[in-house]
T-cell receptor
Framework: QQQVKQSPQSLIVQKGGISIINCAYE??????FPWYQQFPGKGPALLIA?????SEKKEGRFTISFNKSAKQFSLHIMDSQPGDSATYFC??????????????FGQGTELSVKP | NAGVTQTPKFRVLKTGQSMTLLCAQD?????MYWYRQDPGMGLRLIHY???????AKGEVPDGYNVSRLKKQNFLLGLESAAPSQTSVYFC????????????????FGPGTRLTVL
């Protein structure tokens, strides 16, 4: 079963526009929601993460919005730049001593920012 | 610091052949993971380890075995490769989680692209 569902699968945005990627999860025990960014030929790298005790987290042009009741979270990229063109993955985890830090990933969104 | 390194970068196997992928990390991390990445599927956890000498199954463990004999190394083995195992394999590592608070960043290697004919 797909515990984390991500949409859209691909996204094309003009330079300066806002990119929005959405994720929904099923397991209410998840308590850690990171976003990873992956460039072609590279491994994913942590971009930004949020815990469910806050509804929003912002780091520069990147913002996570979190809706605990709807079991949804989203990534917003403001003033999108061609250098943001990459594949983005949302993920969810249960952080705890005996949980192993395992991440459940969404399917990924391929973002292309046109100049 | 090299971070997380993976060997080899590319490999082509014939059905039924075996091979071992090597992952090494120099960050003294307790936790290590093996994922596979397939188009439209995201990354799926194969096996993971929370410390030297311990391993556990992830979401898609069938057809794979792992070993963590040294803290810095995590090996992924395919005993009898199948075309369905054609994928890009990523290793990752992270610090030990000692409480339910805070954050936990996983650091990924560059990946191994495996093709099984």
């Amino acid at each position: 079963q797909q515990q984390v569902k991500q949409s859209p699968q691909s996204l094309i945005v003009q330079k300066g526009g806002i990119s929005i990627i959405n994720c929904a999860y099923e397991n209410t025990a998840f308590d850690y929601f990171p976003w990873y960014q992956q460039f072609p030929g590279k491994g994913p790298a942590l971009l930004i993460a949020i815990r469910p005790d806050v509804s929003e987290k912002k780091e520069g042009r990147f913002t996570i919005s979190f809706n605990k009741s709807a079991k949804q979270f989203s990534l917003h990229i403001m003033d999108s730049q061609p250098g943001d063109s990459a594949t983005y993955f949302c993920a969810a985890s249960i952080l705890g001593y005996n949980q192993g830090g395992k991440l459940i990933f969404g399917q990924g969104t391929e973002l292309s920012v046109k100049p | 610091n090299a971070g997380v390194t993976q060997t080899p970068k590319f490999r082509v196997l014939k059905t039924g052949q075996s091979m071992t992928l090597l992952c090494a990390q120099d960050m003294n991390h307790e936790y290590m993971y093996w994922y596979r990445q397939d188009p439209g599927m995201g990354l799926r956890l194969i096996h993971y380890s929370v410390g030297e000498g311990t391993t556990a199954k992830g979401e898609v463990p069938d057809g794979y075995n792992v070993s963590r004999l040294k803290k810095q190394n995590f090996l992924l083995g395919l005993e009898s490769a199948a075309p369905s195992q054609t994928s890009v394999y990523f290793c990752a590592s992270s610090r030990q989680i000692i409480s339910s608070g805070g954050y936990n960043e996983q650091f990924f290697g560059p990946g191994t692209r495996l093709t099984v004919l």
